[in-house]
């Protein structure tokens, strides 16, 4: 993963009176609610015995470890040593390191890192989401991959006639039209155009003409999110896929995602919104797991046309591995990368 970016870890309706454990790259934090409903985030380990505060309770604003009932406060200080008598003042080495969180968009974002607050990377918008014109779904599911293969895919428009052919366009119609590719310091985007969905399922209630095209905008914002905006070029119809692929190590990412849609807002339509979102898991999840190497490698593949997104985002999580904010493999020998025909250092940790 890189370091220094804010990573939606869980959604925050997952977050209420109980600790909540969440994992990224090996690293267990805690996450609990104070008196006011604000999120903790704390390490999940506690400096006594190493037990997990997660398995403990809160108790107003602090966490109560449940070995030794060692009770911390929301900055991380213990401030309650059960075992000591009356009066012992409590070690100052007692502390558990606490992080920096939001809450937005239907999720709890966590910010790992050493940049102070002014200059992180922004939080990446999803103005939609407070609509009330767009009815949200949401769920998760495991890949036994690294993240960056899975955020490639979901900026693959190539492969949809290949992977998705029940519910895409068939793989005779497979090129894939020029498109311009917008980049800036950690988001890449694309409007690729491309035959439309198969008028199947619900969508053959609601759309009641093939039409010769439509659209997806496909974008990353570094380092893990994925947003697929699907316009179905009929009545304004869209759907938006927003995805938060964690990595939870080298080799598993658990994704959470609230899926957007602005027809047939009523409930009774989501399990449709649903099982198409699982489905296409399913579909691209035998392939992604299949690749090698595990990692999207910053040099070597062959990248086409059609690939100009991807390449963009290579790019991007380039810079940010030369800027040495890598923690973990991202496929360059370690210690050394070529940067303009001169080496320089990376710091990889992890
Ligand atoms: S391990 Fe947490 S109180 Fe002892
Ligand atoms: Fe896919």
Do not use: N, Q
């Given at each position: 993963m890189l370091k220094n970016f804010w990573y939606a870890v869980e959604f925050s309706a997952a977050v209420r009176d109980q600790p909540r454990q969440v994992r990224l790259m090996g690293q267990d934090y805690v996450l609990y609610r104070d008196r006011q409903g604000q999120v903790i985030a704390l390490i999940d380990r506690c400096i006594h015995r190493g037990a997990a505060l997660s398995g403990g309770w809160v108790e107003g604003d602090c966490i109560r470890c449940p070995y030794h009932g060692w009770r911390y406060a929301s900055d991380g200080k213990c401030v309650e040593v059960p075992a000591d008598q009356t009066g012992v003042p409590i070690p100052k080495r007692a502390k558990v390191e606490p992080f920096s969180v939001e809450e937005r968009y239907g999720f709890i974002w966590l910010f790992v890192g050493d940049l102070p607050s002014e200059q992180r990377p922004p939080i990446p918008p999803f103005p939609e989401f407070d609509d009330p014109a767009w009815r949200s779904v949401s769920g998760e599911y495991t890949w036994n991959a690294h993240?960056?293969?899975?955020?490639?895919?979901?900026?693959?428009?190539?492969?949809?006639?290949?992977?998705?052919s029940v519910f895409f366009h068939h793989r005779n119609d497979a090129e894939v039209p020029p498109y311009e590719v917008q980049i800036d310091d950690w988001t890449a985007t694309a409007k690729t155009i491309s035959k439309p969905p198969k008028r199947a399922g619900l969508l053959k209630l609601i759309v009641k003409r093939d039409r010769p095209f439509s659209s997806a905008t496909l974008t990353v914002h570094l380092p893990n999110i994925n947003?697929?905006?699907?316009?179905f070029n009929y009545r304004g119809f869209q759907y938006i896929y927003f995805a938060s692929n964690i990595p939870i190590d080298e080799h598993t990412t658990l994704t959470k995602w609230i899926g957007l849609r602005n027809f047939l807002t009523q409930p009774w339509a989501d399990w449709n919104s649903r099982k198409n979102t699982n489905d296409t898991y399913y579909e691209d999840k035998a392939v992604i797991e299949s690749q090698v190497p595990r990692v999207v490698p910053l040099t070597g593949e062959i990248l086409i046309a059609s690939d100009s997104l991807q390449l963009a985002y290579r790019k991007l999580l380039r810079k940010y591995v030369e800027q040495g904010w890598a923690i973990g493999d991202y496929g360059i020998p370690t210690g050394l990368i070529e940067t303009n025909g001169k080496q320089a250092a990376v710091v990889t940790a992890g």
């Open positions: 993240y960056t293969r899975v955020v490639e895919s979901g900026l693959d428009s190539s492969h949809a006639p290949f992977v998705h947003r697929i905006h699907l316009d």
